[in-house]
T-cell receptor, first 114, second 114 residues
Framework: DAGVIQSPRHEVTEMGQEVTLRCKPI?????LFWYRQTMMRGLELLIY????????DSGMPEDRFSAKMPNASFSTLKIQPSEPRDSAVYFC????????????FGDGTRLSIL | AQSVTQLDSHVSVSEGTPVLLRCNYS??????LFWYVQHPNKGLQLLLK??????LVKGINGFEAEFKKSETSFHLTKPSAHMSDAAEYFC????????????FGQGTTLQVKP
């Protein structure tokens, strides 16, 4: 089975530009998570969805960040406008069957804001 | 409050020798616990999970972990390290309540010397 698919794998852009990260969860999974990983702060949960509905977005840093899940097989994380401090690796993960089930991670998007 | 502590930020072993990565947790309820591994430029991959069944859990690639409630520990072991085991390892605990949020340890970097 295909795992969690993220695109692009790498993104380099100038500050002020809009950035859109994409995620396709594992088919049949009902939870989707967006994380950010940096050396300084480690792995941080930004937002998660259950059955396409945002449940907790308390980890979203500020209004420049937004996430959507229009259907069960697709989600986006958008940063507008982007800033150099947004540079990080962004991971998408999905799980099935409840909050205590293991999450399956994509390979991440490495974002560099110049 | 719930927390997870990985007692070593860096562990170095020789190929063929045993591996021990230590994890202690604090929780007011009976959590599920996981160990994940992250290779460079990859997402987190589930090694094993404990969900209140057998206290000795076997995972992939020869890893296993023992849940000790009295010691609130969930240490990861492998009898014989392989060069391909060099990676970052995360101990992870679920939060109480029906939330998808996980608590991640700070990570332990495993170095395997030839």
């Amino acid at each position: 089975d295909a795992g969690v698919i993220q695109s692009p794998r790498h993104e380099v852009t100038e500050m002020g530009q809009e950035v859109t990260l994409r995620c396709k969860p594992i088919s049949g999974h009902d939870y989707l998570f967006w994380y950010r990983q940096t050396m300084m702060r480690g792995l941080e949960l930004l937002i998660y969805f259950n059955n396409n509905v945002p449940i907790d977005d308390s980890g979203m840093p500020e209004d420049r960040f937004s996430a959507k899940m229009p259907n069960a097989s697709f989600s986006t994380l958008k940063i507008q406008p982007s800033e150099p401090r947004d540079s990080a690796v962004y991971f998408c993960a999905s799980s099935f069957g409840g909050a205590h089930q293991p999450q399956h991670f994509g390979d991440g998007t490495r974002l560099s804001i110049l | 409050a719930q927390s997870v502590t990985q007692l070593d930020s860096h562990v170095s072993v020789s190929e063929g020798t045993p591996v021990l990565l230590r994890c202690n947790y604090s929780s007011s309820y009976s959590p599920s616990l996981f160990w994940y591994v992250q290779h460079p430029n990859k997402g987190l991959q589930l090694l094993l999970k404990y969900t209140s069944a057998a206290t000795l859990v076997k995972g992939i690639n020869g890893f296993e972990a023992e849940f000790k409630k009295s010691e609130t520990s969930f240490h990861l072991t492998k009898p014989s390290a392989h060069m391909s085991d060099a990676a970052e390892y995360f101990c992870v605990v679920t939060r109480s309540g029906n939330t998808g949020k996980l608590i991640f340890g700070q990570g332990t970097t495993l170095q395997v010397k030839p």
